[in-house]
């Protein structure tokens, strides 16, 4: 480019009243040169990588090229061309070498003045390392973005996230490259200017405080294994209740299961308490805890009627004669009369309803037998007697556990009064209105 210039000056020179103009309209028509090859470089550039590339990536059965291709990595090594083209060129208006080594020469300094544009060069090398410091930084994002995307297609992407140390990586390389924007922009050093920042360490913490604390927390999440993407996590303090989405180092989102994006401070997971719903999952069951509550006035001694009529039950009518067999042979070892029923052993029409249950739920196709399986009473209230179903569900998912669990309580309130038991009931006010009438 310098010998272009060179012809040019020499030729706008030769032209009759143009002496004047033939340095400024030489520098212009090689700058505009340069920007016109630089431009045809780029083209040429990129159409050959995405043909190629693209050609490449989608013969090969490996996913990693189309990640590249995806995260627009060749376009940006297309980039790299004009950049150094500019770079390499950019010093078409200085003089030559011996020239600028000697410039305090009286013959030299007049040879620059009418020939040469010193400080042009300068400013275009200048503005070429930026750019190319630019294109640098769009390089490597891409690539961090590209290992990501890799990384994500591996199976040790489900239990250790990487994105928070990716954009740990990307924002020291952005304030790297800042720095060296303003050194060549400013010709300064960059280290003066990496030792300036030391005095601004306390305010970067400040403003870099999430950052940090959530670099930190990505770092115990993973190390732990407490929590990764798909998990079903539920954080009271911030109304979470669903599935993490996204990990990144300053937050963690959750899709609740009304379709709403609950985002959460990254720290917070360390150190608030949340539940992770990941080794119910892992446990192959699903718990159903819940109670029903009987009404203690409905508790009695099982008669013989009642006796007879649950030995008709087939679930329980092993069970009913062969406890009624074991209680007749205590009393009758401890010589009780039939009339002082108090003082020994009977049957209870709440105890062979747990019994009920307890049969029922060992024969639930859905239930899950190797798991906790309780069937007990809980402290009695006001609110009556509880008795408390503790079991696991084979099924997992939402919709199907719900379901399985309301067949079971359908059952179980259906079958209430054939033990001759009453459900606890609060009085509603059609309760109140007819005992009013009642009694009127």
């Known amino acids: 480019m310098q010998y272009f210039y060179r012809f040019l000056l020499d030729q706008f020179r030769a032209i009759n009243g143009m002496e004047s103009f033939a340095k400024p309209l030489s520098a212009l028509a090689t700058f505009l040169l340069i920007s016109l090859i630089s431009y045809i470089a780029y083209v040429i550039a990129r159409k050959f990588m995405l043909y190629v590339v693209h050609r490449v990536a989608a013969k090969t059965e490996t996913t990693w090229d189309d990640i590249l291709v995806e995260n627009k990595v060749f376009k940006g090594v297309a980039n790299l061309v004009p950049a150094l083209i500019f770079f390499y060129s950019a010093n078409f208006a200085g003089p030559e070498t011996a020239i600028r080594l000697d410039p305090s020469l009286a013959s030299n300094a007049e040879l620059i003045a009418r020939d040469y544009y010193p400080f042009l060069d300068e400013v275009l090398i200048t503005l070429s390392k930026v750019y190319l410091i630019g294109i640098g930084v769009y390089l490597i994002n891409a690539l961090l973005n590209s290992i990501l995307g890799i990384y994500n297609t591996t199976q040790y992407a489900a239990t250790r996230p990487i994105k928070g140390y990716l954009q740990l990586i990307k924002i020291f390389i952005f304030c790297m490259a800042g720095i060296l924007m303003i050194a060549y922009l400013f010709k300064k050093d960059p280290w003066d200017l990496v030792i300036g920042l030391g005095t601004m360490a306390a305010v970067l913490l400040l403003i870099f405080k999430d950052t940090i604390l959530g670099f930190v927390a990505s770092i115990q999440l993973s190390a732990n294994n407490m929590v990764k993407l798909g998990d079903w996590v539920t954080v009271p303090k911030h109304n979470a209740d669903g599935t993490v989405i996204d990990i990144t ?113 060992r024969q639930h196709p859905n239930v899950h037998q190797e798991m906790t399986f309780l069937v007990r009473q809980l402290q009695p209230s006001g609110k009556g007697l509880p008795i408390e179903i503790y079991v696991f569900s084979k099924e997992q998912e939402w919709a199907k556990y719900e379901a399985i669990q309301s067949d079971i309580f359908d059952h179980v309130f259906a079958v209430i009064p054939e033990f001759e038991l009453r459900v606890f009931q609060e009085l509603s006010g059609a309760d109140i209105s007819k005992m009013v009438n009642k009694y009127s």
């Open 249 to 361: 180092l300053n937050t963690v989102k959750v899709q609740n299961w009304d379709k709403t994006i609950a985002t959460i401070p990254t720290y917070s997971l360390v150190s608030e308490s949340f539940s992770n719903w990941k080794g119910m999952e892992e446990s192959g069951g699903r718990r159903i805890k819940r109670s029903v509550l009987i009404d203690v006035n409905s508790i009695k001694f099982c008669d013989e009627a009642m006796l007879n009529r649950f030995e008709k039950f087939d679930l329980i009518r092993s069970y009913v004669l062969e406890k009624e067999k074991e209680l007749r042979e205590y009393n009758k070892q401890r010589n009780l009369k039939d009339e002082d029923y108090i003082s020994g052993r009977h049957q209870t029409n709440v105890g062979i309803f747990r019994k009920y249950l307890e049969v029922y739920l």
